[in-house]
């Protein structure tokens, strides 16, 4: 797929300010918290179930790659410094380095990786656009399972079971809402920008 360098952020706003840039950070951020609060403790493992997946996603594919990861970087670091905006309005520096901490520098990471292939034009259509978003979710669950492993201190089928499994049902799911959400968004924006042109 031939390079586009082009990612919704940039059809949609073209050139933007410093202050609007990071405006757009802000609110990357913002929704990643949002939908943090959507959690549900599972009694078997110590990371919860949240909807932090699916923003991270589509944060990472609409903004680009260093927006992108900036959003998430900024989730993380005002969580770390006592925001109350990661699941269940839990905050401080200690749930980074929980169990579950590698799914939250995991997000960093897979935000940079979604908003590059955004930019080649992954998102543009539903079946290259699962790609893309299933790439990051491998990059989350990578840093996820392997720093659970280490902090639990149990092997590699012990971590699978505690921090993969149980998530692929509705990570899935999230993924399906966000490659469908992507292309839409793109029809909206060349249908926005044919109306300005006519």
């Known amino acids: ?15 933007l300010s410093l202050v609007r840039s ?46 992108g990861m900036a959003s998430a970087t900024l989730y993380v670091a005002v969580g770390a410094l006592g925001a109350p905006v990661f699941a269940d309005h839990s905050h401080g520096w200690h749930v980074v380095t929980s169990a579950s901490g590698g799914y939250l520098v995991g997000f960093i990471a897979a935000a940079a990786v979604t908003g ?32 659970l492993a280490h902090a639990l201190h149990v092997g590699g089928t012990k971590a699978l079971e505690y921090g993969l499994y149980p998530f692929v049902p509705g990570d899935l799911l999230k993924m399906y809402l966000a490659a469908a959400v992507l292309p839409i968004a793109w029809r909206y924006v060349g249908h926005r920008s044919r109306n300005r042109l006519g």
């Open 22 to 67: 990071a405006a757009l950070i802000a609110a990357g951020a913002g929704l990643i918290s949002l939908c943090a609060q959507i959690s549900f403790p599972l009694p078997f493992t110590p990371v919860p179930v949240t909807g932090q997946t699916f923003a991270v996603l589509l944060v990472g594919s609409a903004l680009g790659p260093l927006e």
């Open 116 to 147: 590059t292939l955004a930019e080649h034009g992954w998102d543009r259509r539903f079946s290259s656009n699962i790609g893309a978003l299933l790439t990051g979710n491998v990059v989350i669950y990578v840093f996820g399972v392997v720093w």
């Open 1 to 15: 797929m031939a390079a586009t360098t082009l990612t919704l952020r940039d059809a949609y706003f073209g050139r």
